[in-house]
């Protein structure tokens, strides 16, 4: 009997300590898009995204007045499937992550490199669903920035 406990135990720990948690879940599904585009791979970085996927990014036109650019995931996917290896490197920093039912948002601070040389700064603010027990990007929105990163 003491056996069985011990192994009763050890199963149970076992098992808690691979469970992955929801928080865990989104942080892998933005990092598999990121992995995705660090490796030109565009079928890992669309398996990010869900179907109806919105990208938004947030910048100043030439008269300094901030407006809001659609990006054509698409056309996005197939660029990324065109870099080289490595040329794409986004390097994020986990700073929030909400969740509530099949609802998530994780805001992450980012540097972005190409091909080794400091580009851009900002924040990605992402907005992730929970389809059929899967994390997917619904909506992505940045800021870009070239001075101010820390």
């Known amino acids: 009997m003491r056996?069985?406990?011990l192994l009763l135990t050890t199963v149970?720990?076992?098992q808690?300590?691979?469970a992955q948690t929801a928080e865990d879940?989104?942080?892998a599904?933005?990092?598999d898009m990121f992995n995705g585009m660090r490796n030109g791979d565009a079928a890992l970085f669309k398996s990010a995204f869900s179907d109806s996927v919105v990208m938004q990014t947030i910048r100043?036109?030439?008269s300094r007045k901030t407006i809001v650019v659609n990006e054509n995931f698409s056309e996005f996917a197939e660029f990324v499937g065109q870099l080289k290896k490595d040329s794409a490197d986004e390097r994020?920093?986990?700073e929030t992550i909400r969740i509530d039912g099949p609802l998530a948002i994780a805001w992450t601070p980012y540097k972005f490199y190409y091909n080794g040389k400091f580009s851009h700064c900002g924040v990605n603010s992402f907005q992730l669903v929970r389809f059929d027990g899967r994390w997917k990007i619904q909506y992505l929105i940045d800021t870009r920035r070239l001075a101010?990163?820390?």
């Open 92 to 94: 994020i920093t986990f």
């Open 16 to 18: 808690t300590s691979h």
């Open 148 to 150: 101010g990163c820390q």
């Open 3 to 5: 056996y069985f406990l």
């Open 29 to 31: 599904v933005i990092n």
């Open 25 to 27: 879940s989104v942080k």
């Open 60 to 62: 100043r036109d030439k």
């Open 12 to 14: 149970a720990i076992s």
